[in-house]
């Protein structure tokens, strides 16, 4: 009989996530492949038998008897990197002003940029370590994490080169997007920040991020300059994100099929001929409403639609100033209850979904045998809790590569 390092036993539910390695859609959506009494096994950092009974020692147990045991969350779409607050933009925001009307009077993106080009870089390590420690405790246990608070090629660098120094000293794997385009400095016209992006800031951010990113909005980026800066991150081999048709629908979904990005975020206003580009190009569609939720509006992004239509669909924070949390579980919670997703498809788009949309499936996202040991225990006995009893944090353990890494016990 083998001797494993840590043994997870009799789950009251081990949600596997097993099933096909592509994003899922659909029905796929809704099979988390649940094994009642559960238990995992793992040595040197990955999963190496999940299953009942299983017959094997370990150097340690863990007895997850009545609780919930599945892969990390996912974080996809988070905003890190940044210095300051903005708590004082709510009475704003409460008194009707609108959040663009915000950034155009130079708040918002704005106000953050300023805070974080004056900020050191310890402050900047200190201030994103506590927001990782956060998204670890509510069991998040990799993210994407974009740059765009800089709008400089110094302070972008700066950004990008913290990622890479927060991903080495704390448990959270951070895969890094290049965001240059996240707003249009006052020193510049969106067309000469664009140059500036593509001839400056791009050839020397290239080999710090793995996706390049655009604000494709009214009033920020079109769909042609957009275009442009995707086309021109690909040729420094970075994949295509987007932020598309968050607040008018500027065709971002459609530029994001023609582009070929991996995935589309936001989308509350895409059209439906958008987002059939999207499927027949295999873009996957991000939801964040912890955004619509911050912003106190009531159209969220039709994610009911979406999946009937057959886009794969996964779930993201979008932590930022100004919808500031760090908690996929509540993200979960909004997907249920504000976008009518069932449990089980905001799990696979919280977890598995995730992880394609930051092309990490092949190694995380679902508890198979050869995976990477990221698993989480939940105080609740299956996963239909999770957006049923809402407001707390039901994660009591996290396991990370295959060590514990946070324990309420
Ligand atoms: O995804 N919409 C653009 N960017 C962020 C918000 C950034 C901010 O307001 O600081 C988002 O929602
Ligand atoms: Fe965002």
Request: hydrophobic fraction near 40%.
């Amino acid at each position: 009989m083998k001797t494993v390092d840590l043994l997870i036993k009799n789950a009251g539910e081990l949600v596997t996530l097993k099933g096909p390695n592509h994003p899922r859609k659909k029905q796929e959506m809704k099979n988390l492949s649940i094994i009642k009494d559960g238990s995992v096994a793992i040595s040197d950092g990955k999963i190496v038998e999940v299953g009942k009974n299983l017959s094997c020692k370990a150097d340690k147990i863990i007895d997850a008897s009545g609780k919930t045991v599945m892969p990390g969350f996912v974080d996809p779409h988070t905003h890190l990197v940044f210095a300051g607050s903005r708590e004082f933009e709510l009475e704003q925001k409460l008194s009707g002003v609108s959040y663009m009307d915000i950034l155009k009077k130079g708040g918002g993106i704005f106000y953050t940029v300023d805070k974080t080009r004056k900020a050191s870089e310890e402050q900047l390590i200190k201030e994103s370590m506590k927001r990782l420690d956060l998204m670890l405790l509510h069991g998040t246990t990799t993210c994407e994490a974009k740059s765009g608070y800089g709008l400089d090629t110094k302070t972008e660098l700066k950004i990008l080169k913290i990622h890479k120094m927060l991903s080495e000293r704390h448990p959270m794997d951070i895969v890094s997007t290049f965001l240059g385009a996240h707003a249009v400095p006052k020193e510049y016209t969106a067309d000469e920040y664009v140059d500036l992006i593509i001839h400056e800031m791009l050839p020397k951010v290239k080999d710090l991020a793995r996706f390049c990113d655009v604000f494709c909005e009214k009033g920020v980026f079109t769909k042609k300059q957009s275009e442009l800066v995707l086309e021109a991150g690909k040729q420094h081999n970075l994949l295509p994100k987007i932020h598309a048709d968050e607040i008018v629908d500027t065709s971002g979904a459609l530029l994001a099929a023609k582009v070929g990005a991996v995935s589309a975020d936001h989308l509350l206003m895409s059209s439906e001929q958008g987002l059939n580009a999207m499927i027949q190009k295999g873009v996957i569609g991000v939801l964040l409403p912890g955004t619509p939720f911050s912003l106190m509006m009531s159209q969220y992004a039709s994610a009911r639609n979406m999946i009937d239509l057959g886009l794969p669909v996964a779930l993201a924070t979008d932590l930022n100033p100004n919808c500031w949390t760090e908690n996929m579980q509540f993200v979960v919670q909004l997907a249920c209850l504000k976008m009518k997703m069932t449990p089980s498809e905001a799990i696979s788009a919280a977890t598995f979904n995730a992880a394609c949309a930051i092309r990490c499936n092949d190694t995380i996202g679902s508890l198979e045998p050869g995976k990477q040991a990221d698993v989480i225990i939940l105080d609740c006995p299956n996963h239909m809790f999770l957006p049923y009893h809402f407001g707390v944090n039901f994660v009591e353990t996290v396991i990370k590569s295959g060590k514990i890494v946070s324990t309420q016990q």
